[in-house]
């Protein structure tokens, strides 16, 4: 992103939250500090950092324990779920009560690539969902080719469970099957860079009619960046590319687009306004 791009977002609305990215030396070991830099400069306030496995979770408190502004989540990946053994909920449950440890995951179902098997994707995301349930904390979800199995795992019992559908790839049904599973299940729902893909006309229709309090926005950098920076690896300032289509398709002003996707994300994640 160029400086006069980054001027651009300063000054709209009280900023905006990426609420999912992986900003890790896996992606960013030569300047991670710089692309933190030019997240701020871009009035990006804060980034929710998930984690895909369980043993990165020391790089990503360490990350979190460095910046005021960066949050993480601590999960198993469903491409990792066959790593899942009676030991994983320990570890979780070592590290839940950081102050910096704001949800459960990533965590889900994907049957699209199933690099884990179907049988131990679905073990390891209820084992998730039970321990969100237990430490009140949101359930950060990714879903690819399984949304029955994922609603029928929602829907099992009636204990309250929130979270969010990251990197949203449904459709208009899939929104309305969310609505019909009950108040118990309180789900917000984020819209990454495929969004502004021309051909993603599902997604843009579902992005029309979320609710205001339920939408969030996210890069899941070094993923998926928009455009017009398609191509490019991706990082927490290009939120705004997104934002900016979510505003088209809604039309909304952008600065109520961040207002709303910033004040979503503080309420689900119990993140402070400052």
């Known amino acids: 992103m160029h400086d006069t791009e980054l001027i651009r977002f300063q000054g709209i609305g009280s900023g905006i939250i990426d609420s999912h990215a992986h900003l890790v030396k896996e992606f960013?070991?030569?300047?991670?500090?710089?692309?933190?830099?030019?997240?701020?400069?871009?009035?990006?306030?804060?980034?929710?950092?998930?984690?895909?496995?369980?043993?990165?979770?020391?790089?990503?408190?360490e990350l979190a324990d460095n910046n005021d502004n960066i949050y993480l989540g601590i999960g198993l990946h469903p491409h990792q779920a066959n790593e899942w053994d009676e030991d994983s909920a320990k570890t979780i449950e070592n590290y839940i009560n950081h102050p910096k440890v704001v949800a459960i995951g990533e965590c889900g179902l994907d049957f699209y690539y199933n690099n884990s098997p179907k049988t131990e994707q679905l073990f390891a995301l209820k084992e998730q969902i039970r321990l969100a349930r237990q430490f009140n904390k949101?359930?950060?979800?990714?879903?690819?080719?399984?949304?029955?199995?994922?609603?029928e795992i929602l829907a099992e019992n009636s204990e309250p469970i929130r979270g969010v559908l990251h990197c949203f790839t449904g459709n208009i049904e899939v929104?309305?099957?969310?609505?019909?599973?009950?108040?118990?299940?309180d789900f917000y729902i984020s819209f990454s860079g495929i969004l502004t893909f021309p051909?993603?006309?599902?997604?843009?229709?579902?992005?029309?009619?979320?609710?205001?309090?339920?939408l969030l926005v996210e890069t899941d950098c070094p993923f998926l960046a928009p455009l017009p920076v398609r191509g490019k690896r991706n990082e927490p300032a290009y939120v705004w590319y997104t934002a900016e289509k979510?505003?088209?398709?809604r039309k909304q002003p952008l600065a109520t687009i961040a207002d709303l996707c910033t004040t979503n994300a503080q309420r689900l994640f119990g993140l402070n306004k400052n």
Do not use: Y
């Open 28 to 61: 960013f070991s030569a300047d991670q500090k710089l692309v933190v830099e030019r997240m701020k400069a871009a009035n990006v306030t804060k980034i929710i950092n998930p984690g895909i496995d369980l043993k990165t979770i020391p790089e990503l408190i």
């Open 138 to 151: 949101p359930v950060i979800i990714h879903c690819r080719d399984a949304w029955n199995e994922l609603f």
């Open 175 to 185: 929104i309305d099957q969310l609505k019909q599973l009950g108040k118990h299940v």
């Open 199 to 214: 051909k993603a006309q599902d997604i843009q229709a579902a992005a029309k009619i979320v609710d205001d309090n339920r």
């Open 246 to 249: 979510l505003a088209e398709l």
